[in-house]
């Protein structure tokens, strides 16, 4: 576990989370999603998770801000905020860690929130030890 985030970013992450969250299409799970990523350039990028009764086709909260940052034309990740109101801890999943493991750095920090504050921060690194992009340094 890292040190925390500078209060100031990080609780605006979180209000953008939870927004993002409460705009989620999750009719079947019922498991509302919401995703903050900032840029190295300082700005936010939020996005929702997105059902769909193919449960394949679905998307999460990680990806949909994931596509919103890249299309903005940032690359790389500072920090990211998942959070849900169901849990208390909403880590990506794998298939997502794997995705931002293409746009973070060493010091990327992956922060565990609820809808109003902090809990812990980690590393996608250490989340996710083994990921596949190591073989392409």
């Known amino acids: ?14 209000a953008l989370a ?7 299409y999750a009719p079947y799970s019922k498991f509302h999603v919401g995703c903050c990523l900032r840029s190295a350039t300082g700005h936010f990028y939020t996005g929702a998770n997105v059902e769909n ?15 919103n940052l890249i299309t903005a034309g940032d690359r790389v990740i500072t920090d990211v905020v998942v959070l849900s109101g169901e849990v208390e801890h909403c880590p990506p999943c794998g298939n ?16 565990f929130c609820t809808p109003t504050h902090w809990l812990e921060t980690h590393s996608v690194y250490s989340l996710l030890p083994y990921m596949f992009k190591h073989h392409l340094r």
């Open 18 to 24: 939870k927004h993002a969250m409460e705009n989620a």
């Open 1 to 14: 576990m890292t040190a925390q985030a500078s209060p100031a970013y990080l609780q605006e992450m979180i």
């Open 96 to 111: 997502c860690r794997q995705k931002l493991s293409e746009f973070i750095t060493p010091d990327t920090k992956i922060h």
């Open 53 to 67: 009764a193919a449960y394949p086709s679905s998307q999460c909260a990680e990806a949909s801000a994931l596509g």
